[in-house]
């Protein structure tokens, strides 16, 4: 399929899916979550964040605590994370390579969001097979065990499509991200799937946000890391966002997102 024919579908799909109007704009923290946090009568619900001195994790971490959670980040070294993140969060320090450091820090976690990525560039080792299929496998596994109610995964666009150039490029990382998310799919829990084209370093909530689902070929477009966040922190404990895959760009500048609707309008995953 060419880009323009991708392109046409992905719009039929958005309309079939009553996403029209679920856009996003204004500020990029979770209105929905924190108005669900806050009204709460116990504690704040815990999130740990894997992934968090990453892009798109830090901003995961920004926005949850700005949305009333306790945020606890998963991080291979504390030293460096505490100067990017800041001492407002709690650290449990853990490896996705290494399933036994992950028990202890997901105790009394309630929601888990993993942006975790894969650099073989830079650590051979670390590379897409082990962190994006094993880690989030082991990651999941182990959320399931201590009874965490809900993982929302950041993987990507394309994993479906094997000949995609990014797996040529970086190990065949879209097919492992794929996996993971089978992974994932296969562990009980409850889970959101959301699938961004190109990540970019921008502020967030100044477009909407063009949702997708189907894993259309053709697409070129990207969103800012801050808006992935976002669509992240609004699905946590959302009963309307278990069992749904998506894939999300940047769409109208200066358009709204109504969350319930946005969330409301993806077809569940077949079982
Ligand atoms: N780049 C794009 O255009 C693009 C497009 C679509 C989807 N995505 C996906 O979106 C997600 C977020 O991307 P990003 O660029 O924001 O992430 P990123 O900046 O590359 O951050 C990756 C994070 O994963 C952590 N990590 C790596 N290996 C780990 C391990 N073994 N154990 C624990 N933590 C580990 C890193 O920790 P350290 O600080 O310790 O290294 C870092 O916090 C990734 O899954 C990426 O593949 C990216």
């Keep these: 399929m060419n880009q323009s024919t991708g392109f046409l579908r992905m719009l039929s799909m958005t309309a079939a899916l009553g996403l029209a109007s679920a856009l996003l704009a204004g500020p990029a923290v979770a209105a929905d979550a924190a108005a669900a946090v806050k009204s709460g ?13 990453g892009g798109t994790g830090r901003e995961v971490v920004r926005q949850a605590l700005a949305s ?7 991080v291979r070294d504390e030293a460096r994370a ?21 028990g202890r820090a997901l105790q009394g976690v309630d929601y888990v969001v993993s942006a975790l990525g894969s650099n073989s560039q830079k650590e051979p080792e670390n590379r897409p097979e082990r962190v994006d299929y ?21 993987s990507s666009m394309g994993v479906t499509q094997p000949d995609h150039y990014l797996n040529k490029a970086f190990d ?4 492992w991200k794929l996996k993971g998310e089978d992974a994932l799919r296969a562990s009980g829990l409850r889970y959101t799937i959301v699938r961004p084209g190109g990540l970019r370093d921008e502020p967030g ?17 990207g969103i800012p890391r801050a808006d992935v966040a976002a669509v992240c922190v609004n699905a946590l404990g959302r009963a ?17 997102v109504d969350w319930a609707s946005f969330f409301a309008g993806f077809a569940a995953d077949g079982r």
């Design 41 to 53: 009568t116990g504690p704040a619900a815990v999130v740990l964040v894997a992934g968090a001195t």
């Design 68 to 74: 009333g959670y306790r945020v606890r980040a998963l």
């Design 82 to 102: 505490r100067p990017v993140l800041g001492d407002d969060i709690e650290y449990a320090v853990g490896n996705v390579l290494e399933p036994a450091t992950l």
């Design 134 to 154: 094993g880690g989030v496998k082991s990651l999941a596994e182990a959320a399931s065990k201590a009874g965490v109610k809900h993982f929302v995964l950041v």
């Design 172 to 175: 065949n990382i879209l097919t």
């Design 205 to 221: 909530g100044k477009a909407g946000i063009r949702a997708m689902q189907g894993d259309p070929k053709g697409i070129r477009a």
């Design 240 to 256: 309307d966002a278990d069992r749904k895959t998506f894939e999300i760009v940047s769409g109208v500048e200066g358009e709204r």
